[in-house]
């Protein structure tokens, strides 16, 4: 009888959108991992040139947008994964 109800639970929270199934949600998590992992493995290569000659403050404006444009690359995919996950 336990058994039923929480399977009845889990019914209607995914019907809801409540519930994720544990292996989108690992696709998904596996896949943000990724992203960010290259994200930070490419950067050096990337920022290192730009960042020649500059002074303190040009170096830190650079930085900072450098690794907003990583968070906005991983938000938007987090976002493109949504409808996926809410099926």
Do not use: C, H
Request: aromatic fraction near 6%; glycine fraction near 4%; charged fraction near 30%.
């Amino acid at each position: 009888e336990r058994y039923n109800a929480l399977q009845a639970k889990a019914n209607y929270e995914k019907f809801t959108g409540n519930l994720v199934e544990y292996d989108l949600a690992r696709a998904a998590g596996a896949e943000l991992g990724i992203l960010f992992r290259t994200a930070l493995e490419r950067w050096p290569d990337t920022v290192a040139p730009m960042l020649v000659n500059l002074n303190d403050r040009e170096i830190r404006i650079i930085l900072i947008d450098q690794v907003d444009n990583i968070l906005v690359e991983i938000v938007e995919r987090m976002k493109s994964m949504l409808p996926e996950l809410s099926k």
